[in-house]
C-alpha cells in the first residue's frame, strides 16, 4: 500500500503564520498547485491522509464545529478536483495536555496505519515544519520538507532534524513521488530544492 501523510497548513493550504491558526473557514486558502497535486497523488494510487495540530481548538481559539466547517470545505473542494484524501487526523490539544497524538509525537500516523492496516517503514510524511520531519522521523516514515509553508532553506543550518528530501512546494513533491514511487528506500537523502 502506497501511503502519503499530508500536513495541513503551509502544505495544502496557505500558511497562518507562527503561532495562529485558521480560524474561519474564509481563512483557508488553498496553495496554488496543491488541490492538482492531490489527485495526481490519488491517481497514481497512494491513499493520502492529512495529519494535524490543531490546539487552537484545545485553547479555545475557534470552535470545533468551525474546524469541522473547515474540513469539509477543503474535502469538497479536493473532491471537485478529483483528488481524494482517504481520512483527516487532527490532534486539538494544546501543548501542556501531553497528549500522544500532537505532533512530533507519532501518535496521529500510528492511529492512521492501525485503523487502515498499513506499514509507517514505507509512508511519506509531507510537511513544511522541521516538527513534521521529526514526526515521519519517529514514525518511521520518509520525510519530506516543503518550502511553501513555514520553513525556509535559508534557515537549513538551525534545523533540528534532516529531512529525507526537501522539495519547493506539494506539486514538486508529487512529481517527484508519483515518479518514483516504492523505490525510494535505494536514493541518496536530501534532494536538493
Ligand atoms: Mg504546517
Ligand atoms: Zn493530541
Given at each position: 500500500?502506497?501511503?502519503?501523510?499530508?500536513?495541513?497548513?503551509?502544505?495544502?493550504?496557505?500558511?497562518?503564520?507562527?503561532?495562529?491558526?485558521?480560524?474561519?473557514?474564509?481563512?483557508?486558502?488553498?496553495?496554488?498547485?496543491?488541490k492538482?497535486?492531490?489527485?495526481?497523488?490519488?491517481?497514481?494510487?497512494?491513499?493520502?491522509?492529512?495529519?494535524?495540530?490543531?490546539?487552537?481548538?484545545?485553547?479555545?481559539?475557534?470552535?470545533?464545529?468551525?474546524?469541522?466547517?473547515?474540513?469539509?470545505?477543503?474535502?469538497l473542494?479536493?473532491?471537485?478536483?478529483?483528488?481524494?484524501?482517504?481520512?483527516?487526523?487532527?490532534?486539538?490539544?494544546?501543548?501542556?495536555?501531553?497528549?500522544?497524538?500532537?505532533?512530533?509525537?507519532?501518535?496521529?500516523?500510528?492511529?492512521?496505519?492501525?485503523?487502515?492496516?498499513?506499514?509507517?517503514?514505507?509512508?511519506?510524511?509531507?510537511?513544511?515544519?522541521?516538527?513534521?520531519?521529526?514526526?515521519?522521523?519517529?514514525?518511521?516514515?520518509?520525510?519530506?520538507?516543503?518550502?511553501?509553508?513555514?520553513?525556509?532553506?535559508?534557515?537549513?543550518?538551525?534545523?533540528?532534524?534532516?529531512?529525507?528530501?526537501?522539495?519547493?512546494?506539494?506539486?514538486?513533491?508529487?512529481?517527484?513521488?508519483?515518479?518514483?514511487?516504492g523505490?525510494?528506500?535505494?536514493?541518496?537523502?536530501?534532494?536538493?530544492?
Amino acid at each position: 500500500m502506497k501511503v502519503v501523510f499530508l500536513d495541513r497548513d503551509g502544505v495544502i493550504n496557505k500558511y497562518p503564520g507562527d503561532k495562529a491558526y485558521v480560524t474561519s473557514v474564509k481563512k483557508f486558502c488553498f496553495l496554488p498547485g496543491s488541490k492538482q497535486a492531490i489527485f495526481r497523488l490519488a491517481k497514481a494510487g497512494f491513499k493520502i491522509f492529512v495529519a494535524s495540530n490543531q490546539a487552537g481548538i484545545g485553547r479555545g481559539i475557534y470552535a470545533r464545529r468551525t474546524l469541522e466547517a473547515i474540513t469539509r470545505k477543503m474535502l469538497l473542494e479536493i473532491e471537485k478536483s478529483k483528488g481524494k484524501i482517504n481520512k483527516v487526523y487532527y490532534c486539538l490539544h494544546r501543548k501542556e495536555a501531553g497528549c500522544s497524538c500532537r505532533k512530533p509525537r507519532p501518535g496521529l500516523l500510528r492511529k492512521a496505519a492501525k485503523e487502515f492496516k498499513f506499514s509507517l517503514k514505507n509512508a511519506y510524511f509531507i510537511g513544511d515544519t522541521i516538527r513534521d520531519v521529526i514526526t515521519a522521523r519517529r514514525a518511521g516514515c520518509k520525510s519530506v520538507l516543503v518550502l511553501c509553508g513555514k520553513e525556509k532553506l535559508a534557515n537549513r543550518k538551525n534545523w533540528e532534524a534532516a529531512p529525507d528530501f526537501v522539495f519547493k512546494n506539494l506539486k514538486a513533491a508529487v512529481t517527484f513521488l508519483t515518479q518514483n514511487q516504492g523505490r525510494f528506500s535505494t536514493q541518496s537523502k536530501g534532494v536538493p530544492v
